[in-house]
């Protein structure tokens, strides 16, 4: 019995080895098997999408198994470094046409920083039909200033009646109305109770800014044209408004005969700049922290450098300045009441070119006076201009080579005063502020003028690009 049961003993012992043997054997397969599972999933997916044949994998997962630890990590390095230079190239594929449009985004700024960008655009714009000219009706008295927002969807314009209207340029439609007051109800009125003279956007179309006979500038919250608050400084009519592009930096010029700064975000009062020898009547600026001024009577344009504390003063005009504008960081073009347009280089103190009698003139014959220069505007950073008059008409010009010369392109029909004018950012559009008297005074009325904005679509010719995309 004994030996039986050590026979059986010794058997189930020998029966266990096997067992024993025959699981480590499984074991070792099955991890075998991960391992080589595991290494099949280290390969690349681009491997895998080929499809290699199989006796190629089984060569390659024998070499990998056959691999140290430090060869397994340089290979799994490599791997991952070949698929991040794959990912960047296929980025860079993809990315390479928003690049070229940030490089050429970024050298235009840089260009006009420095007043070198040019587009040359003129050429391209065609007469519009009378028939297209838009009229908004809704200010009782003469409009006598105007701007247009920076996404160009909406038209804010001012008035002799003390109005503020803002229009939604699409449809026409007036969105909101701030009416003006009647003269001593300056503490109770919310808005102006004086003819408004001027008027400004900042760059983001967040503050609206209006000067008025009054003295007063009123900031406004141009979305909702919400009255926030105002400023007052000038001892006289303030007849020029301009937000330095890119801040909340607000430029004023008055006929008190100086220019203030002032910080609209901060509700701040800055400094007060003196020069002129006469009432100032226009007033613009771009990005740099400059200004430049008409003079009136003084027959000046004079650039206001803020942070050096000095000013450059031009002379060329035979009358009253009555208005100017900028062109780029380095030119301007200016208009009077002796019918001439000027333009200007900040770099020369006289004008490179002067246009006599830019409108014509009027009067019984032998007794002929030139039609004042009532409005200027420039397509920014392009070779386009505009000036208005009370001849009936706007007209179109294209800055010459070095802006050495003024060429006229077209005129458009609007009669009365050309009070105001404006080009949309995109250039597609010209709004004309119209009235039956000058913006600055009583002299003289045209009956049969309506008092309104005209809406002007530019039309342009097809580039010689799109008419061969076209074909």
Same mark, same amino acid.
């Given at each position: 019995?004994?030996s039986?049961?050590?026979?059986?003993?010794?058997?189930a012992?020998?029966?266990?080895?096997?067992?024993?043997?025959?699981?480590?054997?499984?074991?070792?397969?099955?991890?075998?098997?991960a391992?080589?599972?595991?290494?099949?999933e280290?390969i690349?997916?681009?491997s895998?999408?080929?499809g290699?044949p199989?006796a190629k994998?089984?060569?390659?997962?024998?070499?990998?198994?056959?691999e140290?630890?430090?060869?397994?990590?340089l290979?799994l390095?490599?791997?991952?470094?070949e698929?991040?230079?794959?990912e960047?190239e296929?980025?860079?594929?993809?990315?390479?046409?928003?690049t070229?449009?940030?490089?050429?985004?970024?050298?235009?700024?840089?260009?006009?920083?420095k007043?070198?960008?040019?587009?040359?655009?003129?050429k391209?714009y065609l007469?519009?039909?009378?028939?297209?000219?838009?009229?908004l009706? =809704? /200010?009782?008295?003469? *409009?006598? %200033?105007?701007v #247009?927002s920076? !996404?160009? @969807?909406?038209i804010?314009?001012?008035?002799?009646?003390c109005?503020?209207?803002?229009?939604d340029?699409?449809s026409?439609?007036?969105?909101h109305?701030?009416?003006?007051?009647?003269?001593?109800?300056?503490?109770r009125?919310? =808005? /102006?109770?004086?003819? *408004?003279? %001027?008027m400004a #956007?900042?760059? !983001?179309? @967040?503050?609206?800014?209006?000067?008025d006979?009054?003295k007063?500038?009123?900031?406004?919250?141009?979305?909702?044209?919400?009255?926030?608050y105002?400023f007052?400084?000038?001892?006289d009519?303030?007849?020029?408004?301009?937000?330095?592009?890119g801040?909340?930096d607000?430029y004023?010029?008055?006929?008190?005969?100086?220019?203030?700064?002032?910080?609209?975000?901060?509700?701040?009062?800055?400094?007060?700049?003196f020069?002129?020898?006469?009432v100032?009547?226009?007033?613009?600026?771009?990005?740099?922290?400059?200004?430049?001024?008409?003079?009136g009577r003084d027959?000046?344009?004079?650039?206001?450098?803020?942070?050096?504390?000095s000013q450059?003063v031009?002379?060329?005009?035979?009358?009253s300045?009555?208005?100017?504008?900028?062109?780029?960081?380095?030119?301007?073009?200016?208009?009077?009441?002796?019918?001439?347009?000027?333009?200007?280089s900040?770099?020369?103190?006289?004008?490179?070119?002067?246009?006599?009698?830019?409108?014509g003139?009027?009067?019984d014959t032998g007794l002929?006076?030139?039609?004042?220069?009532?409005?200027?505007?420039?397509?920014h950073?392009?070779?386009?201009?505009?000036?208005?008059?009370?001849?009936?008409?706007?007209?179109?010009?294209?800055?010459?080579?070095?802006f050495?010369?003024l060429?006229?392109?077209?005129?458009?029909?609007?009669?009365?005063f050309?009070n105001?004018l404006?080009?949309?950012?995109?250039?597609?559009?010209?709004?004309a502020?119209?009235?039956?008297e000058?913006r600055?005074?009583?002299w003289?009325?045209?009956?049969?003028?309506?008092?309104?904005?005209?809406i002007?679509?530019?039309k342009?010719?097809?580039?010689?690009q799109?008419t061969?995309?076209?074909d």
């Amino acid at each position: 019995m004994s030996s039986f049961f050590i026979k059986k003993k010794g058997s189930a012992k020998t029966d266990g080895n096997a067992v024993g043997k025959k699981r480590k054997a499984t074991d070792s397969g099955k991890s075998r098997g991960a391992l080589k599972k595991r290494l099949n999933e280290e390969i690349s997916s681009d491997s895998e999408a080929e499809g290699p044949p199989r006796a190629k994998e089984k060569a390659v997962e024998d070499d990998h198994l056959e691999e140290t630890a430090q060869e397994k990590k340089l290979r799994l390095a490599k791997l991952y470094l070949e698929q991040l230079r794959e990912e960047e190239e296929r980025a860079a594929e993809n990315n390479s046409c928003e690049t070229d449009v940030i490089a050429g985004r970024l050298q235009e700024e840089v260009l006009e920083q420095k007043g070198k960008l040019k587009r040359l655009v003129a050429k391209d714009y065609l007469p519009p039909d009378v028939a297209d000219l838009r009229l908004l009706r =809704g /200010h009782k008295l003469s *409009v006598t %200033c105007l701007v #247009i927002s920076p !996404d160009d @969807k909406f038209i804010f314009s001012a008035s002799k009646d003390c109005s503020i209207i803002k229009w939604d340029v699409e449809s026409g439609r007036k969105l909101h109305t701030v009416p003006g007051g009647r003269k001593g109800t300056e503490d109770r009125h919310v =808005g /102006h109770t004086a003819h *408004v003279l %001027c008027m400004a #956007i900042s760059s !983001d179309g @967040k503050y609206l800014a209006t000067g008025d006979m009054n003295k007063l500038i009123m900031i406004w919250e141009a979305a909702t044209c919400k009255h926030l608050y105002k400023f007052t400084g000038h001892r006289d009519a303030v007849s020029g408004l301009s937000f330095r592009k890119g801040s909340h930096d607000l430029y004023s010029a008055s006929h008190d005969r100086s220019v203030k700064v002032w910080n609209v975000a901060e509700n701040a009062y800055v400094e007060t700049l003196f020069g002129h020898q006469d009432v100032i009547t226009g007033l613009d600026s771009l990005s740099r922290e400059r200004c430049v001024t008409a003079g009136g009577r003084d027959q000046t344009v004079r650039v206001w450098k803020i942070t050096e504390e000095s000013q450059l003063v031009f002379h060329g005009h035979q009358g009253s300045i009555d208005c100017i504008q900028l062109i780029n960081e380095e030119h301007m073009i200016s208009g009077g009441d002796d019918g001439s347009l000027a333009m200007w280089s900040v770099n020369r103190k006289k004008p490179l070119c002067t246009v006599k009698q830019a409108h014509g003139s009027y009067g019984d014959t032998g007794l002929e006076q030139p039609c004042w220069i009532s409005s200027v505007a420039t397509l920014h950073n392009s070779d386009t201009v505009a000036s208005g008059s009370h001849n009936s008409k706007v007209q179109l010009w294209r800055c010459g080579e070095g802006f050495r010369s003024l060429l006229p392109l077209f005129s458009i029909p609007v009669t009365g005063f050309v009070n105001s004018l404006k080009f949309s950012n995109s250039g597609n559009f010209l709004v004309a502020g119209v009235g039956q008297e000058h913006r600055l005074g009583r002299w003289w009325r045209i009956k049969e003028a309506k008092n309104g904005l005209y809406i002007i679509p530019l039309k342009k010719q097809p580039s010689e690009q799109s008419t061969a995309n076209g074909d």
